[in-house]
């Protein structure tokens, strides 16, 4: 048996949700180790060496969840791969979780969200030209 992790804070709510529905345990693993008490890094029924699906809200560039999933490797868990709710699709991010050996899916992503926003008339098509320009370069764009 398995269990579920939810990356802190807001992959905790969903994380949760999806481990009840599926009858498993539940952990979280913070950003960072607790500065008292136990110090915990990972919080939750510790069942090292257990397979485990890690559960995000979102991910953009991958670290914070892909800091999660060193924490859980190195606590001992066998992570099977994340799932969040929405990405941005950016490139840096698909390498970064290739490089770490962690697939990766989403429930949707910005393409999607542009595109069902375009067709339901909630944006202008003006707007589709600048948001599209922002996904190209988000660091550079509006310089």
Known sequence: MGCIAGVATAGIPQGTLVAQELGLP???????????????????????????????????????????????RDAGYDVAGLAAIFTYG??????????????????????????????HQYILPDDVDILKKWRKDPAGWGQ
């Open 90 to 119: 950016f490139d840096v991010a698909t390498e970064s979780f290739k490089k770490a050996n962690c697939p990766f899916v989403t429930l949707s992503n910005y393409t999607a969200l542009i595109n069902y926003a375009e067709e």
């Open 26 to 72: 539940f952990i979280y693993v913070r950003a960072k180790a607790k500065e008292h008490g136990t110090g915990s890094l990972i919080e939750g029924d510790i069942l090292t060496g257990k397979r485990v699906v890690v559960i995000e809200d979102l991910i953009s560039t991958g670290n914070s969840s892909l800091q999660a999933v060193t924490a859980l």
